[in-house]
């Protein structure tokens, strides 16, 4: 039968017409399977979406777009000790006490009259024990309900313990009555920070605690969870993941701020000074990130993208990447840890070698270029470095010399023999010295 070519074009016309397309979206059968304008306009909706959902997500980070939070109920904030010496400790005992048959690891906290110090090393031997700073008489202990492997932190009337399994314990100062406690979901990468009333802990998660009450403020789950411990500066958290990068947070609502690949290993002690990240490891690495930087929308992507095309010769070098401040390679050695940081130079001890006596060296960098300023070699690689007076820096070492330096020049002005391979670094107070080692044994020094 001969087709009438009016109708014919009528269904052409009729069968793109917008009423047609829009039914054959709820047609079970026939048309809609060979509409050829449906999986357009479904993956533009899509990739709209999409597209809008990473442009909100990346303007609420990028312009710290948040609910506000009810103040803290405290103030209370992180006991920080310097070490002040009217003459410089000649090295002799004056009192020496065995608190422990176990190995102690974590320093000793010393609190005006009263030195805090963790001892246990297994299951239902973990203690906190308070000791008089005159005599090494003990005033109170504490047993804990597990193991823990960092110092205790103390802050106003309150001490602060991080146990191994995730579990922080918040004690009376003076007489050790227990305040409160609080179970995180993992294990502990550190000891807490305490600051302005709310505690910081690194986990699975960072939690961000009331320090007074132990309720919870805020909590960030963490991308390939932390690999170091977490530090603290002008209300940004810095850690490092087990990714390698390291990450920032605002610390009064815990959004992300920035993600910085590190491409060399990275060791557990992070250094945070104003607004500096400063970061060592693996052959003796170096580098500083700006903790106030934040990402921008889309950045990443841009960056990696531009990264290949350099690669492939079609686009100039990228930049630096958001954040770097500098980078120093130089250091020889195996191993790098920086330990502290004035205005002008930050300070790192570095490892000769693998070796368990391997020696090391103390380097001053500037902080503001990374530029090296001045080296000291040392009998044995140092486990800490700590600003002291005016104008010291006490360098402790793993074999247990303590070595008085000018932080300016790196001349040594002092050195004292501790006695014993030093277990973890010293305490210091107002004309104290208090050493630790591994057979359980607390000295302080004259």
């Known amino acids: 039968m001969p087709q009438n070519s009016k109708s014919h074009n009528n269904y052409v016309n009729n069968a793109f017409s917008p009423r047609l397309i829009a039914k054959s979206w709820v047609m079970p059968t ?18 709209g979406l999409l597209t809008a959902v990473i442009t909100f997500y990346s303007v609420w980070t990028y312009y710290d777009i948040s609910l506000p939070l009810s103040p803290p109920s405290s103030e209370i904030s992180s006991y920080r000790e310097t ?6 400790p000649i090295g002799d005992e004056k009192w020496t006490s065995v608190i422990s ?7 000793p906290i010393l609190v005006k009259d009263v030195i805090y110090v963790v001892i246990g090393r297994t299951s239902g031997q973990g203690r906190i024990k308070a000791l008089d700073a005159f005599d090494g008489a003990l005033l109170w202990e504490y047993a804990l309900q597990g193991v823990s492997d960092f110092s205790p932190a103390v802050a106003d009337e309150m001490i602060f313990i991080s146990l191994r399994s995730g579990l922080v314990q918040a004690l009376d100062r003076h007489n050790g009555e227990f305040i409160w406690s609080f179970q995180a979901e993992s294990f502990m990468y550190g000891p807490p920070i305490i600051e302005e009333g709310i505690l910081y802990l690194a986990s699975v998660r960072i939690y961000a605690l009331d320090a007074a009450t132990g309720e919870v403020r805020w909590t960030q789950k963490v991308p390939k969870d932390v690999s170091s411990k977490l530090v603290l500066s002008e209300d940004v958290l810095a850690f490092v993941g087990f990714d390698g990068a390291v990450k920032l947070l605002n610390a009064s609502n815990g959004k992300p701020k920035l993600k910085y690949p590190i491409w060399f290993p990275t060791s557990d002690r992070l250094l945070a000074s104003a607004s500096r990240l400063v970061v060592g490891g693996g052959n003796a690495h170096v580098i500083a990130i700006d903790m106030q930087s934040i990402d921008l929308p889309f950045e990443r992507i841009i960056r990696a993208w531009w990264a290949r095309l350099w690669l492939w010769g079609m ?16 250091l020889q050695g195996v191993e790098s840890n920086p330990f502290t940081a004035d205005k002008n130079l930050v300070y790192v001890g570095t490892k000769d070698s693998k ?52 932080k300016n020049s790196g001349f040594s002005t002092h050195k004292v023999e501790s006695g014993f391979s030093l277990g973890a670094p010293p305490g210091l107070g107002h004309n104290q010295l208090i050493v630790v080692d591994k057979n359980g044994t607390i000295k302080s020094l004259k």
């Open 315 to 330: 686009a100039p070098a990228p930049s630096s990447p958001r954040g770097y401040l500098w980078h120093n390679s130089s």
């Open 83 to 88: 070490g002040t010496f009217s003459e410089f």
């Open 355 to 406: 070796l368990l006596d391997s020696g090391g060296k103390i380097v001053a960098l500037g902080i503001d270029d990374g530029k090296y300023r001045w080296k000291t070699s040392l009998d044995s690689f140092p486990i800490s470095a700590q600003l002291v007076g005016q104008g010291g820096l006490l360098v402790a070492t793993k074999s247990g010399q303590l070595h008085f330096l000018s």
């Open 30 to 47: 026939g048309f809609r399977k060979t509409n050829p304008f449906k999986f357009l306009i479904t993956y533009l909706i899509f990739f």
């Open 101 to 107: 048959d176990e190995q102690l690891i974590s320093s």
